[in-house]
């Protein structure tokens, strides 16, 4: 069994940075890639930000130069380091993570607010 423990969402003025992070354990075989994605109210789900094992990364357009993704492979986890965070960042915030199979994160609030 895969657990992905996601931390670090929460409120933040708009201007604001947050980081969030992303554990994976269990039965994990090897982890090729891992990201975010997130899901605003109404809308549908939607790409954040992607990592491959070496480090290679892709970012949706909307988020490019605000935000960094980032991963240690020892310790199966992901970081999303978010500045500049603007109010249409809003969502529920989801780890991924792909081996053969797809495992999703139970997801984390971030609200950016005045």
């Known amino acids: 069994q895969v657990q992905l423990v996601e931390s670090g969402g929460g409120l933040v003025q708009p201007g604001g940075s947050l980081r969030l992070s992303c554990a994976a354990s269990g039965s994990l075989f090897r982890i090729n890639i891992m990201g975010w994605y997130r899901q605003a109210p109404g809308k549908q789900r939607e790409l954040v930000a992607l990592?491959?094992?070496?480090?290679?990364?892709n970012y949706a357009d909307s988020v490019k130069g605000r935000f960094t993704i980032s991963r240690d492979n020892a310790k199966n986890t992901v970081y999303l380091q978010m500045n500049s965070l603007k109010p249409e960042d809003t969502a529920v915030y989801y780890c991924?993570?792909?081996?053969?199979?797809?495992?999703w994160g139970q997801g984390t609030q971030v609200t950016v607010s005045s």
């Open positions: 991924n993570v792909r081996t053969t199979i797809v495992y």
């Open positions: 990592i491959s094992r070496d480090s290679g990364t």
